[in-house]
């Protein structure tokens, strides 16, 4: 696949959380709920684009919270999860003892 026609994935994720009042009068935010998306410009333009799930308008008296997209960083780091890893070393052994895996 070339550069060009590689799947692209947001770099981050905006999350909003309402800001509540508990039984005791102590302020606290409630639950996070994504509400966007920040997607990469194409031909290394500096910047995002925001893409809104809720428009940002309906969502007051809270914080937005703006985390890096993990999904992103684990393709680009190349990382396995611990069931890829797992099934790399069954076939490693696999392979020593002469067997083969078939799914």
Do not use: C
């Amino acid at each position: 696949m070339s550069e060009s026609e590689q799947k692209t994935y947001p770099t981050h994720r905006i999350s909003f959380s309402e800001k509540q009042v508990d039984d005791r009068g102590q302020e606290k935010l409630g639950q996070p709920v994504e509400v966007a998306a920040v997607w990469p410009r194409k031909n290394g333009k500096h910047g995002g684009i925001i893409e809104w799930k809720i428009a940002p308008e309906r969502l007051q008296g809270g914080v937005f919270f703006m985390l890096e997209n993990e999904r992103q960083q684990n393709r680009n780091q190349s990382k396995r999860d611990g069931f890829d890893q797992s099934d790399a070393r069954s076939e490693e052994r696999a392979n020593v003892t002469g067997q083969s895996r078939s799914r």
